[in-house]
């Protein structure tokens, strides 16, 4: 997987750049293709999607950009090409605190984005994300792990992890964890 490619940008499309590295031409998707310039060098902050018939980059220019698109194909029913018109049309911190407050609304004014998808999008990232777009970094990162290594789904882990006490050890908030999921 890459991080970042460096390199001089030259052609821009409406959905996307061809960004050249040695020689090399890589067209990527981008969420505002206008905000660079032919015949510049930019660092471009790549996420490679590998699918069975497809190879796809896309690209940031911030890698708060690309914490975010990250965290939001993560969102059930939310892929790649949902997710890159979020980025485009929403400043980093509008979206997150749309996310934070609950404000539907908000998230509806993105395309393809309906009630449903809103309300999954603020269940599964309420509360993950800082303001500056990073993904915090919660103690409950390991207990979200190991229960999903048990084979429990992500969203009902959301949802007992919150109930959990922090202060415990790791092995504690783990018993914990399992008591709520069998009431």
């Given at each position: 997987m890459y991080s970042?490619?460096?390199?001089?940008?030259?052609?821009?499309?409406?959905n996307y750049i061809v960004l050249d590295n040695n020689g090399i031409g890589y067209l990527i998707y981008t969420p505002n293709p206008y905000s660079f310039n032919v015949d510049e060098e930019y660092i471009v902050y790549i996420y490679q999607n590998v699918?069975?018939?497809e190879?796809?980059?896309?690209?940031?220019?911030?890698?708060?950009?690309?914490?975010?698109?990250?965290?939001?194909?993560?969102?059930?029913?939310?892929?790649?090409?949902?997710?890159?018109?979020?980025?485009?049309?929403g400043s980093i911190n509008g979206i997150i605190d749309a996310i934070e407050r609950e404000n539907i609304l908000y998230l509806k004014k993105f395309p393809k984005i309906g009630d449903k998808v809103a309300k999954q999008?603020?269940?599964?990232?309420?509360?993950?994300?800082?303001?500056?777009?990073?993904?915090?970094n919660n103690n409950n990162d390991e207990?979200?792990?190991?229960?999903?290594g048990l084979g429990y789904k992500t969203n009902d882990i959301l949802k007992v992890v919150r109930q959990v006490n922090t202060n415990l050890s790791l092995e504690d908030q783990i018993k914990e964890s399992l008591k709520l999921f069998l009431k």
């Open positions: 970042y490619i460096k390199g001089f940008i030259k052609e821009i499309e409406s699918k069975e018939d190879l796809t980059l896309y690209g940031f220019k911030l890698k708060e950009e690309k914490d975010l698109f990250l965290k939001l194909i993560e969102v059930k029913g939310l892929g790649c090409k949902m997710a890159l018109p979020i980025i485009a049309t999008i603020i269940l599964d990232l309420k509360g993950k994300l800082n303001t500056n777009g990073v993904v915090t207990l979200i792990e190991v229960l999903k």
